[in-house]
């Protein structure tokens, strides 16, 4: 088995490993094409590094069908203005489009948004001016949306989720056309099932769906739309062939062949496992990958060449605020645009067409952001009331766990520890049982009382904040893989404390999380 996972390993690291396009000849500096009007962008910027990219001039391209643009330009903006509180309970605001997984710029040019944050999923579809055409829900058709394609008559959504791999179509007012199912084989490597084995979708020049694995590019559907599901040794396009090789150990080098000539681009870019983004009917094509200046930081790029091994351009998308899977927040549109999704700690949205020039700019690390320590509450001298008397319970509570004073603050505890910390042994202590669980659960001293509410004569509800000695404000948000757009932190928690034997306690444990 162990033998097994560190093949599938060697597989994707491989896979991620190094390719690329030549020289640039020095001419005259190409025009950008005009764009449909643009929104302001939100005042709040996303988290990582943006560095300010001055264009240099790039040759024009040698076919006049693709004009790359020298700057990136905001398409339009979706605003979600409606606030989030943070506070355990709420329902989730309905903002659209905010943190979605994927999405495709289509034919028509319109662009199609795979929302997976919402509940349950949908699609969203908006005109290139940004006005939000349709809406409709995939729960019946989709457990999640991974990656989303989009046809002249129809859309390709990559369902991986289930125990049955599949591609779904939908048309384009939502109603279900039919599915493709992934066969086991092209989920397995080495032997072993590999969940996220398949990872995005393309379509052929003639229609043709295709299907990105770690086994590399398979048709599941012919231009006729039967059922084929066999291995390509390449992709064909208008007359060229683009493949990629067998790593080579020797050389570290993960070969792109086009029309059998082997690619040869800076030695410090990786492809992307599949690193074809899209490909133009002059040859022209926009592959994804990154460099890796430190052990710690990726610099992700897409580079745009011509069927001649020439660079056009090279590209740095924004850095996004969730971590998603990085090409599916890039998009190729039709005239060979790329397009990049983004999300915006205010909860906005933007569609980015990128801009491409000559060189990048070095990556600069992003900025590290000091917290700001919180000052924490202590149990009032002066309580008179029945409220004041349940607030000093639950911050002496809280303030004697997080100094390790056990013996206090086992009797200001009622409550019961949930069924993932063991229950105390015969025999053992208070003091000794808090002591041993507390290291697994988060026993931090209160920050502040948002609110109260008097549930009865003898019990309160208390949402409160949490002070983490590094962090500063304690956020539980998504875990375990789980979408943190689907999930927003939260930072306000609820905190019944009653009157027991005319003793006020604290009726919930500290927090845990996985």
Known sequence: MLGSILKILVLIVLALLLVGCTSISETTTRAAPTLPATLPQPTSTPQGPAPTLTPIPIPPTPTPGIQLPQTNQVIFTILNPQPWSGREGDPRPDWLGWGAETFAAAPDGTFWIADSAASPHRLLQYSAQGKLLQQFPLAEHVIYPFHL???????????????????VQISLEGAFLQQVEIAPEIMTVDGMLVSNAAFSLMLGEGGELLLYTLNGVYALLDAGGALVSRPLEALSFYGHTYQVGDYDQASEVLPIFVDG???????AFSPRQNPFLGINPDGSFALVGFEQPSSNLWDLQVLYCNASAELLGISRPLPQLFNKQFDHHLAFGPAGSVYQLLSFPDHSVQIVRLGFSAQL???????????TILATLLPSTSAATDEAHARNALIGFFANLS???YADAAPLFGGEIEQYIRQPEPGESPEAYWADICPFLWCLPIAEITSAEQVSADEYLFYIVFAHP???????????????????????????VRKIDGVWKVMRAPLFTP
């Open 470 to 496: 590094e962090w500063g404000r304690f956020e539980d948000g998504a875990c375990c893989g789980a979408d943190p757009a689907a999930h927003p932190p939260i930072w306000q928690f609820a905190y019944p």
């Open 403 to 405: 100094t390790g004073n």
């Open 261 to 267: 000539a082997q690619l040869e681009i800076p030695a």
């Open 149 to 167: 394609v989009a046809a002249q008559d129809s859309l390709w959504v990559l369902d991986i989720s289930g125990m049955q791999p599949r591609a």
């Open 361 to 371: 700019p070095p990556l600069l690390a992003a900025p590290t952001e000091t917290p």
